[in-house]
């Protein structure tokens, strides 16, 4: 990638980024419920009108929107997110509180997928139209079936509640509060990962240098990790970002049954308090995030790929 290319993907990234923000604060701006009622009115305590007036001024929430948005704006230029009204503290410094169970979790949940799709996906093109094949595709299609929350409580209640291998009750970062929730999220993107690797590697295995170095009696272990592989790593390497990108963005469903400390529940409770700086540092970490994963997965395609290269890309 050029260096003018790179400064015009960063271009769109900065206008892409303004937009995000305006729909996300409108949005939030528009949407029913007062965040200070939220806020002071709490156990049914019963708060005044003098009050609420007096904290919505100074949480600045009685000026014009557009005073309120260019003011988070001015602060965000500045690297200040602002106040999270639930937590009492920086908008930053709540984020990066989640931020280790989230990536935790996603870390354990992409190896586990990677160790579970990788080889089944190879398999399943290799041995194509065969039992091992119609296994491996019917247990993906069940897989991709399954909604994640559903398989999560199946796997609390058998292994948790039932068999009580795994603790039920989260709260805490740690090894076997993970275990249920990183398979729950690896057995969904697994079932979407292996068909992909198959269908990758079924258009590579057809391909004439193939067909040519199985006449030249290369056996097929080679030719797999030779030629097949490094040249069908390269759609899935776009597939594999996005995937991270929607793991370290929180999974909030899986982290609302597991009761897993991550961003998916911080961004829940978020919403459910009206927490506007809140919300909107949380919306900008994922555009950021979806749109950095997606620049550095091009970027690496001009190393994986030298024709790439050798095309000016």
């Not at 003018?4 to 206008?15: P, T």
């Not at 303004?18 to 019963?46: K, R």
Request: aromatic share 10%.
């Amino acid at each position: 990638m050029k260096g003018k290319e790179l400064v015009h993907r960063l271009m769109q990234m900065l206008i892409t980024l303004f937009g995000v923000s305006l729909l996300t604060f409108s949005l939030m701006y528009l949407s029913p419920g007062d965040p200070v009622e939220m806020l002071l009115e709490v156990a049914d305590t019963i708060v005044s009108e003098d009050t609420i007036a007096e904290t919505r001024a100074q949480l600045g929430l009685d000026k014009p929107f557009h005073v309120q948005y260019f003011r988070w704006l001015a602060g965000v230029l500045q690297g200040d997110m602002g106040m999270s009204y639930s937590a009492k503290m920086p908008v930053a410094d709540r984020l990066w509180q989640s931020l280790p169970g989230t990536m935790v979790l996603a870390a354990s949940a992409t190896v586990t997928m990677l160790l579970i799709s990788v080889p089944c996906g190879i398999l399943s093109a290799v041995y194509r139209n065969r039992p091992l094949d119609y296994l491996i595709r019917g247990t993906s299609f069940l897989g991709v079936s399954m909604p994640s929350f559903w398989v999560g409580l199946i796997l609390l209640y058998v292994l948790g509640l039932k068999l009580r291998l795994f603790p039920i009750a989260g709260g805490e970062v740690s090894f076997d509060r993970m275990i249920l929730p990183t398979l729950t999220l690896a057995i969904a993107m697994a079932a979407k990962y292996t068909r992909q690797v198959r269908t990758a590697v079924l258009e590579e295995l057809g391909q004439e240098y193939i067909t040519g170095a199985r006449i030249r009696g290369f056996p097929m272990h080679k030719i797999l990790w030779r030629h097949v592989l490094p040249n069908a790593c390269l759609p899935l390497i776009t597939l594999l970002g996005l995937q991270i990108g929607w793991l370290l963005g929180g999974v909030a469903v899986i982290e609302m049954v597991f009761s897993w400390p991550g961003l998916g529940k911080m961004a829940v409770h978020a919403i459910e308090m009206r927490d506007y700086p809140l919300v909107q540092g949380f919306v900008l970490w994922i555009a950021v995030l979806y749109m950095g994963i997606n620049l550095l997965v091009d970027i690496s395609y001009t190393y994986l790929d030298p024709r790439l290269k050798k095309g000016g890309c």
